[in-house]
């Protein structure tokens, strides 16, 4: 029986389309879910959906649709998240919705099982919440008041809630944290129990009242299941925990890793495993936290138009080149920061020049010198021959090393240095001239031969990374089936000594880097200016104004002694204003809706001082307060000018 290996990917929250950062995440989880399938594993790698949550309430309501309607689209509509997983070739073998009918029931037993036992409670939530992140925070953890995650605005929260008792098992977690190797890597520790444990873990709110779409607290209508609870189960309702669908536990539970991007840490190393030590169950074996994509020097966001699209990189660049890519240039457990130009750089280099001249010239000469079929005559020469031999007979244990250190990047490093020194073999051995003389047709043969079998043993390693290329690459190079094996790339000439090769299409063909990269400049500029909020402006009057009549406008310089809300009404501000001749002007103004009273005392506004007076509400308006208005999104937007402090009141404007 094959060893089983269960691994996972975030499920991913379909509030928007996915870009490369999320696409990251996936083909890393992906290579390994691929090696550990070539090593002879029975693997089950699990993906999906993330469904619930205000944010995707409020984004459906703004669409005008149903939550449900919004997250189908976003997940099975055109280039949505199916469609992007097939296209760059993620090969798992479970897709779990947090919509689906099976989990949505197992999380309500979830939940009533934790509050049977005592460790969830009702109590009172006071405290912030990030809607972005879905996040609650105790004033304590904010960072200048912000939320420590995304730096957003958060805002007070108090509502009655359930309550889980995280608190309860903080030692057994730190315990876990600092003693195994649950964490990786290593370095993330730290920052969890510094920054969460050790100031107090206190309990976790795990309901919500104020938005429905979630799932229902069935034993208390009106509540529902706080997000975080209802996506982290997911690793195991999938494999059929409290449901009837699945019926894997026993074969996959615990998982052998959970892949996570950095920022969902602290939900999956202190949170998943506390409510799996409350219902008793096996912890996971790891949690691997990586890196994150950067754009710009930062997170990718949809807002700031900066994010990468990766349907058009893999279709300008081809989607092996683009998962290359990725795991190539980043070390996985770091930050890296995207560029095209990097990506551009790293394909014609690695892939066109290294790798692909390493194929193409072998292939073609094996073509021109023995008509496409290696003979079997042999002549080594240990001294020249070694060297390659046993780099790349060693190859399969350093990837192996790496790989199960997730440092995909170091296996990738690995494989390129016996590239490099097969096309360095190729300079030293000049095949071109061993081709002239017919007694050296036994060296050419060999040669031509070492260079397969070092191209064969790296086409295997790499085929995780770069499958739909590898295989093209083993056709070419005449390696069938048992030399594509995890077993064949520990072998030495595995391939039959009159190995036959195959003229195929050019597996990596350069990029014309100028072109290409003014093409993408072009599309990113356009991507920004689209992110930029929509700005109306009022047309300009074209009627012209005599100028004896605007000189007769008497605009003043005002400081604002007090302001107050007029009563009964939701727009006026009533205003008293010092307008330089010692006796208060009251002006009433309707902007209440952009401006609290309290944030304007002080301030030094304009205003027309010479308009007749106008009762509004009962009070008397003598004057008006000057604003800048546009709409924005379909909002009017109003800023009243302000001037500089410095300008005393009843400055006249001119
Ligand atoms: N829904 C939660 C996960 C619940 S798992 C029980 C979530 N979803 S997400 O869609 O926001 O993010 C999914 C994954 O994509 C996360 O691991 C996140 O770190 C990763 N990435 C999103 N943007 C990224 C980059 N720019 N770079 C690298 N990974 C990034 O979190």
Not at 318 to 340: C, E, K, Q, Y
Not at 579 to 586: A, E, I, K, L, S
Request: with cysteine; hydrophobic share 40%.
């Amino acid at each position: 029986m094959p060893e089983k290996f269960y691994i996972t990917t975030p499920i991913y929250y379909p509030s928007d389309k996915l870009h490369i950062g999320h696409a990251y995440c996936t083909v890393a989880t992906d290579v390994i879910a691929r090696y550990k399938r070539l090593q002879g594993y029975d693997v089950m790698f699990l993906t999906g959906t993330d469904e619930h949550g205000q944010k995707i309430e409020d984004k459906a309501k703004a669409a005008g649709v149903t939550p449900q309607q919004y997250v189908d689209n976003i997940v099975e509509g055109e280039r949505g998240v199916l469609d992007l997983w097939k296209l760059m070739n993620i090969s798992y073998d479970r897709f779990i919705r947090t919509t689906d009918d099976y989990h949505v029931s197992a999380i309500q037993k979830i939940f009533k099982a934790m509050y049977d036992k005592g460790d969830i409670y009702k109590g009172k939530y006071v405290g912030k919440y990030c809607k972005p992140c879905e996040s609650f925070w105790t004033e304590s953890q904010l960072k200048d008041g912000k939320c420590p995650d995304c730096g957003g605005e958060v805002q007070d929260a108090e509502e009655e809630a359930y309550f889980f008792r995280l608190s309860k098992y903080a030692d057994q977690v730190q315990d876990l944290l600092e003693n195994t190797s649950f964490l990786e890597p290593r370095s993330r520790v730290n920052e969890m129990v510094n920054n969460f444990i050790k100031p107090g873990l206190e309990d976790l709110c795990v309901s919500r009242t104020s938005f429905t779409w979630g799932i229902p607290v069935d034993f208390d209508p009106g509540h529902v299941v706080y997000v975080w609870i209802d996506a982290l189960f997911n690793y195991m309702t999938a494999l059929g925990y409290m449901n009837d669908k699945y019926n894997d536990l026993d074969t996959f539970w615990p998982a052998d890793v959970h892949i996570i991007g950095k920022e969902i840490v602290r939900f999956h190393t202190i949170i998943w495993p506390a409510m799996l030590m409350s219902m008793g169950l096996p912890l996971p074996k790891k949690v691997f936290g990586h890196g994150w994509l950067l754009l710009d020097g930062g997170k990718m966001s949809k807002s700031k138009g900066n994010v990468v699209d990766p349907y058009l990189l893999s279709e300008k660049f081809g989607v092996d080149a683009l998962r290359f890519f990725l795991l190539r240039t980043f070390p996985f457990g770091s930050d890296g920061s995207f560029s095209n130009e990097l990506l551009i750089q790293t394909i014609n280099i690695d892939l066109a020049n290294d790798l692909g001249n390493l194929v193409s010239r072998t292939t073609a000469m094996v073509g021109k010198y023995f008509d496409g079929t290696l003979s079997a005559e042999r002549r080594y020469e240990k001294e020249r021959d070694d060297e390659l031999v046993s780099l790349t007979t060693g190859l399969r244990s350093r990837y192996e090393q790496a790989m199960e250190q997730y440092a995909p990047h170091k296996a990738l490093e690995e494989i390129f240095k016996v590239i490099q020194r097969a096309n360095k073999y190729i300079d030293e051995n000049a095949p071109w001239i061993l081709a002239k003389d017919p007694q050296d047709r036994p060296r050419l043969a060999s040669v031509l031969y070492h260079l397969l079998e070092a191209t064969r043993i790296c086409g295997i390693l790499l085929t995780p990374f770069m499958p739909e290329s590898m295989d093209k690459l083993f056709t070419q190079i005449g390696a069938g089936p048992d030399c594509r094996t995890w077993e064949s790339a520990g072998i030495w000439a595995a391939l039959p000594e009159d190995t036959a090769v195959v003229k195929g299409e050019n597996l990596f063909p350069r990029i014309d880097a100028e072109k290409e990269l003014a093409e993408l400049e072009a599309i990113s500029a356009a991507a920004k200016r689209a992110a930029l909020p929509q700005l109306e402006i009022e047309p300009l009057t074209e009627e012209p104004v005599d100028f004896d009549t605007f000189c007769r406008s008497d605009f003043r310089a005002v400081k604002v002694k007090a302001c107050e809300n007029v009563k009964k009404s939701d727009k006026l501000l009533r205003f008293t204003l010092d307008d330089g001749t010692g006796v208060d002007r009251q002006i009433l103004s309707g902007i209440a809706k952009w401006y609290k009273p309290e944030d304007l005392v002080g301030k030094t506004l304009v205003a027309i001082v010479n308009l007749p007076p106008r009762k509004m509400m009962g009070l008397d308006s003598c004057g008006m307060l000057l604003s800048a208005v546009h709409t924005e999104k379909g909002e009017e937007v109003l800023n009243l000018l302000m001037l500089h402090d410095a300008i005393p009141a009843g400055a006249k404007l001119c």
